[in-house]
């Protein structure tokens, strides 16, 4: 086996397993003789040595885009500890404009990184709050107009770049407002688990009715997100940019919040104290079942209604600071034994 692997040419570790203890540790080198150079000594059942040999392993693997560009280990963020924001939306709404004008901004210091899909180049942007890493999706730096099959294209990228994104910016264009396309893509931004920010692009240009209308549009047609943090601004001009990246890493922050029981009973103690539900309905008290994003369930002696839920929801994403984040509510039904 080991003639057979010389001829390869790939790089090859040799691994002595079963060595548990030092004893064990002389017959090892036996194992130069292979001529696959220096063995690492491993214990596989209880895991001795293999912290070491996996260094081995790593020091030995081309790095990630094979291309030859490496990113200096010295000074770089390892990648999960990197907030991953993907810019997404439909093509036009002005994605490449907004990427463009959020790099100007002066205190940025950028690079580039290779991503995860081979031709992908991520942009890491350094911010006050620490390094935030744009996942690379087709055309987010050009301005070129694309054709119907490159769409798709963009599409499929856009996806991708989703599941691997800790926050998502969707772009939508304020002249011509929420769209169909716009809630497919939120819904799959949804489904990959990560907290969205809305940017309503365009704001210069959009007259009165469509300014009015936009945050309605984005209530009513992406309100399966649970509320999402609107940002209203104007790429080309860089009005609202400032708060982009505020919103994003508040958005992180709260999707994976978790709210102290008495905070949350707090809340909703005044929130039904200033507005009770109808024909008695009431919350008798709430706990936070998961984060990402928050959901709470919410005990209540008898069903109540979706207005009265949404405007709980309301009231806890701003008593708890949850706005950048959707929340999810649950009600079990648990009747009180006091007849009403
Ligand atoms: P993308 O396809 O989403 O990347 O959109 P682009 O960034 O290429 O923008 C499409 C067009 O909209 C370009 O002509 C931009 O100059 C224009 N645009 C983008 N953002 C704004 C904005 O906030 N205001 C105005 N007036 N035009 C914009
Ligand atoms: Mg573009």
Redesign the pocket.
């Known amino acids: 086996v080991a003639a057979l692997l010389q001829r390869t040419g790939s790089p090859v570790l040799v691994v002595a397993n079963k060595v548990d203890d030092q004893v064990h540790e002389a017959g090892v080198w036996e194992l130069l003789g292979l001529g696959l150079g220096e063995p690492h000594p491993v214990s596989a059942l209880h895991g001795r040595g293999t912290g070491d040999m996996l260094d081995a392993l790593l020091a030995v693997l081309p790095d990630e885009a094979g291309d030859g560009s490496t990113v200096d280990p010295d000074t770089a963020v390892p990648r999960d500890e990197v907030l991953a924001v993907a810019l997404v939306?439909?093509?036009?709404?002005?994605?490449?404009?907004?990427f463009n004008r959020l790099l100007r901004e002066d205190r940025s210091v950028v690079h580039d990184e290779a991503g995860t899909t081979r031709d992908a180049v991520d942009t890491v942007v350094e911010t006050e709050d620490g390094p935030i890493r744009f996942i690379d999706t087709a055309?987010?730096r050009r301005?070129a107009r694309?054709d119907q099959s490159t769409e798709y294209y963009s599409l499929v990228r856009a996806l991708r770049a989703v599941d691997e994104a800790d926050v998502a910016v969707l772009?939508v264009d304020t002249t011509v407002g929420v769209t169909h396309q716009d809630q497919r893509l939120a819904e799959r931004v949804h489904l990959a688990g990560c907290p969205v920010v809305v940017v309503a692009?365009?704001?210069?240009?959009a007259d009165e009715e469509a300014r009015e209308t936009i945050a309605e549009q984005v209530d009513d047609r992406l309100g399966f997100l649970g509320g999402v943090e609107l940002l209203r601004?104007?790429?080309?001009?860089g009005r609202g940019i400032h708060r982009l990246l505020p919103t994003v890493l508040d958005a992180r922050d709260a999707y994976h919040r978790r709210i102290p029981t008495a905070e949350l009973n707090q809340v909703l103690r005044r929130a039904q104290a200033a507005t009770p539900a109808p024909a008695g309905g009431r919350v008798l008290y709430g706990t936070q079942g998961a984060t990402d994003p928050p959901t709470f369930t919410l005990f209540a002696n008898r069903r109540l209604p979706r207005t009265y839920l949404r405007y709980l929801e309301k009231q806890l994403r701003t008593g708890l600071g949850l706005e950048a984040t959707p929340v999810k509510l649950r009600v079990r039904v648990r009747p009180s034994r006091r007849r009403t």
């Open positions: 939306g439909r093509p036009n709404v002005g994605k490449s404009t907004l055309g987010m301005r694309i772009v692009n365009k704001w210069d240009l601004a104007s790429a080309l001009s």
